[in-house]
């Protein structure tokens, strides 16, 4: 087969013919069916799913078709099984000037119908010359992952203000006007759903077009590691950004993902290296911002889990920066998934509760040690690791059974992951001799018998059967 030409087919008002009756046919009708396209299907029978589904949004014409059916059509699909016939309504709609689509017969079509994907206005159609069509389907998940959901009702957008900036600007400084605002905060704010801000915004850049851009900031949970584990937003967003400031605990492979331009910038703290204190990366965003850059904050987990994204986002509102929080899966989702031990379970855990096991300096957690003794819940503890023997101690003293079992979960979703299980009681030496030294999660109740360890060690049972 020549190599093809994409063109896209007007359809509105016109006569689109689909000669077949069952599920075939009832595809293509799915393809084209729009309220002003006179849609007909032509069949000596319809199959009762045909029937149920198109009868009053189709013309059904319960016959044989004749040549006259394809007057005026501007495309005809033969969707039959039968192949002598199949060629023979197909070689009728070539007979009338109609171009055909013949399924599964290339060498009598006359067009082939791409993969899709539709986002209103914005249409991506992929063709393999009919090469490889589960490539085609393979590509198209692909672009479904990257194009935002709202990118149709964007497009609409732009053409609501379409004469405006025709109106506005000289000719010679529309195509970059567009591409700022597609490449910047309108866009962004759009698609992040603040259509009332971004028309705002387009006003005031119509109003002064030299004015510098704006820049925003997208605060974004990477989650617990695997990069696999992306949101398709956060995927799309670190794609996009200029410049990415990411955590220590972002996963190995995520920064892989961005655009080989961006900056990317550590500000990260290790435990004891406060080398970028908290305002100091707030100062940094709040800049970048201000130079008109597409910051993406990346941050291991979720944002607003133990990841002072709050902070943050008040920080950035506060000096009047554009902000949207694009969440992460956390810690505990992940682990819990990776580890294969549900959190909530409708036999032993009825409520989960998240809690910090992080104390300052020598203190210990300031937690409610006795409604968190308390049965048929899980109970995970995020920066557990150092304060793990005090835990252990506190929960088993609020009344907490000291057989209750625990899982500790240690670069949980990452190549390296490590698990392993014990009982409360044991839970300090199980931490300090397993040698942990990654980020870890502590995962104690009922429901953590259900971890798949990579490691078991009861060291409290062992001393005690010593
Ligand atoms: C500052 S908190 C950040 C939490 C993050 N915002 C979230 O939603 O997962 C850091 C703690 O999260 C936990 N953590 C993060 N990633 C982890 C992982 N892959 N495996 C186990 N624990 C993890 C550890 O307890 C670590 O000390």
Redesign the pocket.
């Known amino acids: 087969m020549g190599k093809l030409f994409p063109a896209f087919q007007k359809l509105e008002g016109r006569r689109v013919v689909i000669v077949g009756g069952g599920d075939l046919a009832a595809r293509k009708a799915r393809l084209v069916a729009a309220p002003d396209v006179d849609l007909r299907l032509v069949w000596t029978c319809f199959s009762p799913a045909v029937v149920e589904e198109w009868a009053g949004r189709a013309t059904m014409i319960d016959r044989s078709p004749v040549a006259s059916d394809f007057d005026g059509a501007a495309l005809a699909f033969v969707a039959l099984d039968d192949e002598l016939e199949a060629a023979r309504f197909g070689a009728m709609a070539q007979s009338a000037g109609v171009p055909v689509n013949v399924v599964d017969r290339p060498e009598i079509s006359d067009f082939f119908t791409p993969s899709i994907v539709d986002r209103g206005d914005v249409v991506v159609a992929i063709s393999t010359t009919g090469a490889a069509p589960a490539l085609a389907k393979r590509l198209r998940a692909q672009i479904e992952t990257l194009l935002p959901r709202r990118l149709g009702a964007l497009a609409d957008f732009a053409k609501s203000f379409r004469g405006a900036v025709s109106g506005t600007l000289a000719p010679d400084r529309r195509r970059a006007f567009w591409e700022r605002v597609f490449a910047g905060d309108i866009a962004a704010t759009f698609l992040a759903g603040d259509e009332a801000t971004a028309r705002e915004r387009m006003i005031t850049s119509l109003n002064a077009p030299d004015a510098p851009p704006r820049g925003v900031v997208h605060i974004v949970g990477a989650g ?2 695997d990069p696999e584990l992306l949101t398709l937003r956060a995927l799309r967003l670190i794609q996009e950004a200029d410049v990415i400031l990411y955590d220590r ?1 972002v996963g190995e492979g995520i920064l892989d993902l961005a655009r080989r331009d961006a900056d990317r910038i550590f500000v990260g703290k290790a435990k004891a290296d406060h080398a970028a204190p908290q305002d100091d990366i707030n100062e940094r965003m709040v800049a970048l911002a201000g130079a008109g850059k597409i910051v993406v904050r990346l ?5 607003f ?3 002072r994204g709050g902070e943050e986002l008040e920080a950035l509102k506060a000096a009047g920066v554009d902000c949207h929080v694009t969440p992460g899966i ?2 505990a989702l ?2 819990a998934a990776s580890a294969g031990a549900p959190l909530t379970h409708r036999d032993f855990a009825q409520a989960v509760t998240f809690v910090t096991g992080h104390a300052k300096g020598d203190a210990e957690p300031d937690l409610d040690w006795r409604s968190l003794a308390a049965l048929r819940q899980t109970l995970v503890v ?3 690791v150092e304060t793990a023997p005090r835990i252990s101690q506190r929960l088993v003293e609020a009344g907490m059974n000291a057989e209750t079992p625990v899982a500790v ?6 190549d390296d992951e490590k698990i392993l299980t014990g009982t409360i009681a044991g839970l300090g030496d199980l931490v300090s001799t397993g040698d942990i030294a990654g ?3 502590l995962v104690i109740g009922e429901t953590a018998a259900f971890a798949r360890p990579t490691f078991t060690r009861d060291v409290a049972r062992e001393r005690r059967s010593a």
């Open positions: 617990p590691g605990l941050k291991g987990g979720d944002p889990v133990f990841g956390t810690a992940g682990c995020y920066m557990g979960i240690e670069n949980g979703t990452r980020p870890a999660l």
